[in-house]
């Protein structure tokens, strides 16, 4: 059976910043007949609620920074990364919430130190460690749509 890493928000869990879900009705539809494995690093790392984060160019590279207070949120978060696709090695797709500085894939907005808007297209900290390990990546929007189109990924659901 195939296996979906899918951001937990997406499945109707309560673990955005504001305490409120994502749920995707059209994308779980898409992926019935498939094993889905949920994750949040932030929810995890952070509780829910929370402060906001963005990504951030930094002289070190890209860093998730803390809206409220400035400081560096991305060990937590790519530990937790690290620790899931370690746990979870025969992940064969990875579908991130859109515009999350760790689970979009390419629609995370990236930015300079005095925030001015870098790209709209960038890649969040849990998204990348999918990317680095070889394993196909989409966020969550363009998922469905690719698969409204019948384009299929590899996955072929």
């Known amino acids: 059976m195939k296996k979906v890493a899918i951001s937990a928000c997406l499945l109707g869990n309560r673990c955005r910043y504001d305490g409120r879900e994502n749920y995707n009705a059209k994308l779980l539809e898409k992926l019935k007949g498939v094993e889905i494995v949920a994750f949040c690093p932030e929810d995890f790392a952070f509780g829910t609620p929370r402060p906001t984060m963005d990504l951030i160019e930094t002289e070190q590279g890209i860093k998730a920074l803390s809206n409220l207070t400035g400081a560096d949120l991305s060990p937590p978060v790519e530990a937790y990364a690290d620790a899931f696709f370690d746990t979870h090695p025969d992940i064969d797709l990875f579908i991130g919430k859109d515009r999350s500085p760790s689970c979009g894939v390419r629609s995370a907005k990236l930015y300079d130190r005095e ?26 929007e363009a998922f469905v749509e690719n698969s409204q189109s019948n384009r299929t990924s590899r996955l072929d659901v």
């Open 115 to 140: 925030k001015n808007l870098l790209s709209a297209e960038a890649t969040g900290l849990m998204a990348t460690k999918a990317v680095e390990a070889g394993i196909e990546a989409w966020d969550a």
